[in-house]
Nanobody, 129 residues
């Protein structure tokens, strides 16, 4: 079964940076749309960013626009989330999720949780003030 694997989380001071990675191996990676979600304690899981299977389309939550950048390297079966200018409110468990491109709007991606079939275990990001 397809299972994304996240890494790169950790503790960082406000204003710092982290880069999260999501590896999806064992499948034809370039056929999958990838989304990043996060869940803070006591809050709903929310969409952060997503990238189409080709990498030609990306989308971001308003709260992270201009600070986070999503990218993918299909040769390495990996999607990255570069997070800059981190704030304490970015503290959460970050999840990577995948869905086959045939289940989504062509050449696009969405940040709605129910769109995604496969989920990783998550990686903790903590931003101290």
């Amino acid at each position: 079964q397809l299972r994304p694997v996240e890494s790169g989380g950790g503790l960082v001071q406000s204003g710092g940076s982290l880069r999260l990675s999501c590896v999806v191996s064992g499948f034809t990676f370039e056929n999958y749309v990838i989304g990043w979600f996060r869940q803070a304690p006591g809050k709903e899981r929310e969409g952060v960013s997503c990238i189409s299977s080709s990498g030609g389309y990306t989308n971001y939550a308003d709260s992270v626009k201009g600070r986070f950048t999503i990218s993918r390297d299909n040769a390495k079966d990996t999607v990255y989330l570069q997070m800059n200018s981190l704030k304490p409110e970015d503290t959460a468990v970050y999840y990577c999720a995948a869905v086959h491109r045939e289940s989504t709007t062509q050449n696009m991606c969405g940040m709605t949780r129910i769109l995604y079939f496969y989920w990783g275990q998550g990686t903790q990001v903590t931003v101290s003030s």
